[in-house]
């Protein structure tokens, strides 16, 4: 799905026969992709791949807000290389337990993809084993979730030992229990009747022993590289640590390289950055790590996160938290709270903590209503409330978080003076307290 799905450890393969060979696809990571391809083979590299998006949001959720989800989901596709041409949208207060859309709209939905030729269908949420089942049997397509499209993109931006494991890990906890949905697939081309069941059953059987073991293989080689990395960071002796933490594509590696004059990969794609970089600066004397972290977003899989124990291990180490907040994004209250959420989650939450509200320059008070093309089902709200002033935002945010707040841009090089000069302000607090002879400005500790 992916199109760079040669590289990052995801191979390009189109001779497996069926999941039943779990062993030969052991370790392939974007496997667990290819899984509804019609011909039942792993093919991952798919050029220009067109997709569906589908939401069910709940009935009081605001029109507006629907279509930011759509935008998120629609640029997680992009992301992994896929062309939206439609999105769906069904209200309902509870999706249905079958198919997850109701009848109607899975018809509506089956008559566009067949007209349209489009390859995959892709959920805003996490469905279960069977309506991923059903989703499959019914619209002949490949079904994606949201889960399935994160973990593709982490697997096609892994570079890392410490990040591939985790990763892998990841895809087989997805597949573990929806490893029956793709029987019940195959046997269906096969003309599956009762008599192919049993030897079906028990190669589920053994595919899931296999897959099991090879969950527990990647837990214990992330535990050696753990033991590994935990060795290394020891050996940083005592130099204060930060971590610029954010939502996904907030610019914490443009202002990782910023700080650091280094050159961390930034793009303007979600997750560019998977694997975390740890820089040493010295700003007035003072020395201290930085680290660039993976991005945060809604509905994180609870999976990926736990997967993500290690490279998570940078921020739950960290003295200082940089949460780093693109306020020019719709949403961006939404993402505090969601990266606060997470922060809680991983038991990171204490920390000290300094809020930078960056891209400044794209901040429109006046912001336009999103119309995507391919958009449908929805009426924006026509009287949605204008966004304030950059100057109300700041004497709002100012006076009301705890946490000190910093405006800037780092694309356009605004603040960044004023950045530095507040991290070093905290990280020489912090120092201070660790090194009480330690004079700013005037000599280095060496650890
Ligand atoms: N307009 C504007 N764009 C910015 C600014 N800072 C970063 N960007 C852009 O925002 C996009 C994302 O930047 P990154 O630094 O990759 O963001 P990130 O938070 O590291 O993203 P992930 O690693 O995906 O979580 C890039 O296209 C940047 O050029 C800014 O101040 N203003
Ligand atoms: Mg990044």
Do not use: C
Not at 77 to 82: H, L, N, P
Not at 358 to 386: C, L, T
Request: proline content about 4%; aromatic content about 6%; overall charge negative.
């Amino acid at each position: 799905m992916a199109k760079k799905s040669n590289s990052g450890g995801r191979q390009h393969t189109n001779s497996t026969r069926h999941p039943g060979a779990v062993d030969s696809a052991k370790g392939r990571a974007g496997r667990i992709l290819a899984k509804g391809n019609k011909d039942a083979t792993y093919e991952t590299s798919v050029e220009a791949e067109t997709a569906v998006l589908v939401a069910v949001p709940d009935k009081r959720q605001a029109d507006a807000r629907t279509q930011e989800y759509l935008d998120e989901l629609a640029f997680l596709a992009e992301t992994a290389g896929v062309t939206v041409t439609k999105r769906f949208v069904q209200r309902l207060d509870k999706p249905d337990i079958r198919t997850f859309v109701g009848e109607g709209k899975l018809e509506e939905i089956k008559a566009y993809v067949q007209h349209s030729g489009a390859s995959m269908v892709i959920f805003d949420d996490d469905l279960s084993p069977s309506q991923l089942r059903n989703l499959e049997a019914e619209l002949k397509v490949k079904i994606v979730d949201r889960s399935l499209l994160i973990i593709d993109i982490f697997a096609s931006r892994a570079k890392s030992a410490t990040a591939r494991t985790q990763v892998e890990l990841a895809q087989y906890q997805y597949l573990l229990p929806r490893l029956t949905g793709l029987w019940t697939h195959l046997d269906k081309q096969r003309g599956g009747g009762v008599s192919q069941r049993g030897p079906g059953e028990t190669e589920i059987e053994t595919d899931r022993r296999v897959v099991r073991e090879r969950i527990d293989f990647l837990k214990d080689k992330l535990k050696e590289l753990d033991k590994q990395s935990h060795t290394q960071r020891k050996s940083r002796g005592g130099v204060v640590r930060a971590a610029l933490v954010g939502y996904t594509n907030v610019g914490k590696s443009t202002i990782m390289n910023l700080l650091s004059r280094s050159d961390v990969f930034a793009e303007n794609k979600l997750f560019a950055t998977v694997d975390s970089t740890v820089r040493k600066i010295v700003f007035d004397n003072v020395p201290f790590l930085l680290s660039d972290t993976v991005g945060f977003i809604r509905k994180l899989p609870t999976r990926l996160i736990e997967s993500f124990k290690s490279t998570l291990d940078e921020i739950r180490e960290a003295d200082l938290l940089i949460h780093v907040v693109d306020i020019s994004h719709p949403t961006f209250e939404e993402q505090i709270e969601v990266v606060n959420d997470t922060l809680k989650d991983i038991e990171a939450a204490d920390k000290p903590m300094l809020l930078v509200f960056n891209k400044i320059d794209q901040y429109r008070a006046d912001a336009p209503a999103s119309d995507s093309p391919g958009f449908e089902g929805m009426n924006p709200d026509e009287d949605a409330p204008v966004r304030p002033s950059l100057e109300q935002l700041q004497a709002t945010y100012m006076a009301k978080l705890h946490d000190p707040v910093i405006f800037i841009s780092a694309q356009e090089r605004e603040n960044i003076d004023e950045l530095r000069a507040l991290i070093t302000r905290h990280v020489g607090q912090i120092h201070q307290q660790r090194y009480p002879n330690f004079i700013p400005g005037f000599s280095v500790e060496e650890e």
